[in-house]
């Protein structure tokens, strides 16, 4: 397994007060995502776990790009991976956001 | 973890159960936003083995468990998710629903209902996992004898097979729908271990008419058949409690007694069609393909396929 961490700034809190979501499934070209509103309004973090080695940037590029499109100011967001494509990623954050904020 | 993903004023309500995840079939059985989850995913309570072989966890271990209201009944539920490692009964999984069901003797709920979804023990976590289905079976029956009906729901892509169908045998009552199916072993363990010829688990006719829902409904291993939506089992669900058995000597008498009577009527029969043309089915062949309607009108008229036993 590997172990990835990214905090980002954010310039606004993500809108609503929902306390936690989870969204997604731990299988097969799947992921689970856990979103808690646990940090300050201008920080987010996200937690990976994955099975498949050596995607780092990869990583990095979609969870840059997601923060920069949902600012998710304040959500401590960890994600259980099951080799998720980069655009399944990126369409479950925007899931999990989503839900934090109806 | 309240969130409604299921809303019942569209026609998300008539949604599949066999498609939904664990949590859409709960948000959508119960009251609208009455679950209550108990050692939910933000408490990270995940295998301690998975990380061993290299796998990833899930945050609840498959398994979600809480209380809820049924139609204004209190009742204690466990949802398995059988997409995540095929439902199976891994440490923590089976931990999960024990407690519950241990809970339900302090709580006396007016029912539990388990939300069966899976291929049965997590082989990776085996020991653990046989021992849960065993203090599972124990505290299903310390449940119902404490009056507590237990109510099965089985309509998961994964069925109830392994410990799973073990434990289903234990239950007060069964719901089955088409797509949910019932068994110990399933059908690429009898194909590895006896050939093609006994069972071609390939052959998709073959293992519905043997494990799947009419056949478990048609010799009374189920008691209830339900179409693939979220709203009949929730009825469904509601029938079984106001119909759940004693569970006392009488009963597993009388269960005793129907089993010796089935394999003494049907032991021969080398195809669930045979079994269902001495049921009476006039046209066996037929039976695959009715609506849950003509299913019922069928059952009906042969009057034998309910009983109190169990």
Not at chain 2, 45 to 74: E, N, T, Y
Not at chain 2, 276 to 294: F, I, Q, S, Y
Request: hydrophobic fraction near 45%; aromatic fraction near 6%; charged fraction near 25%.
């Amino acid at each position: 397994m590997e172990s990835l961490t990214f905090r980002h700034t954010t310039q606004k809190a993500l809108p609503g007060a929902k306390a936690q979501a989870i969204t997604g499934v731990v299988a097969s070209g799947n992921l689970e995502v856990l979103l808690e509103r646990a940090l300050p309004a201008s920080e987010c973090t996200v937690e990976i776990e994955t099975p498949i080695r050596g995607y780092g940037e990869v990583w990095a590029a979609v969870v840059a790009d997601f923060v920069a499109r949902a600012q998710p100011g304040g959500l401590r967001i960890t994600v259980n991976d099951g080799g998720a494509r980069p655009d399944t990623v990126s369409l479950r954050l925007l899931q999990g956001a989503r839900l934090m904020e109806v | 973890m309240g969130e409604r993903i299921i809303d019942p004023a569209t026609e998300g309500w008539a949604a599949s159960w066999y498609e939904a995840s664990a949590r859409a079939r709960l948000d959508g059985l119960l009251d609208a936003g009455s679950f209550r989850e108990v050692i939910g995913p933000e408490q990270r309570r995940m295998s301690p083995h998975l990380p061993l072989f290299d796998l990833p966890r899930a945050f609840d271990d498959g398994m979600i468990v809480g209380s809820g209201r049924l139609d204004g009944k209190p009742v204690l539920v466990a949802a398995q998710e059988g997409r995540f490692m095929g439902g199976a009964f891994g440490e923590v999984h089976g931990a999960k629903l024990v407690g519950l069901l241990r809970a339900a003797l302090a709580l006396k709920p007016d029912a539990v209902l388990i939300l069966f979804d899976t291929g049965g023990v997590r082989l990776q976590e085996a020991n653990a996992g046989e021992t849960a289905i065993a203090e599972v079976m124990r505290a299903i029956t310390q449940v119902r004898a404490a009056g507590v009906p237990v109510i099965g729901l089985i309509g998961g892509r994964a069925g109830a097979y392994g410990g799973g169908g073990l434990i289903a045998g234990t239950c007060s009552r069964l719901v089955v729908s088409e797509g949910g199916r019932i068994s110990v072993s399933g059908p690429e363990v009898i194909e590895t271990n006896r050939g093609a010829e006994e069972f071609d688990s390939r052959d998709r006719a073959l293992v519905w008419r043997t494990m799947g829902g009419k056949h478990r409904r048609l010799t009374g291993g189920a008691d209830a058949y339900a179409d693939d939506t979220v709203r009949a089992f929730r009825q469904a669900a509601l029938d079984a409690i106001a119909r759940a058995p004693a569970f006392d000597l009488a009963t597993l008498e009388a269960e005793q007694k129907r089993l010796e009577e089935r394999l003494a009527r049907f032991g021969d029969c080398r195809d669930a069609t045979e079994i269902w043309g001495r049921l009476g089915v006039n046209d066996p062949a037929a039976v695959p393909a009715l609506t849950t309607a003509e299913f019922d009108a069928l059952l009906a008229g042969l009057g034998e396929t309910t009983h109190d036993a169990r």
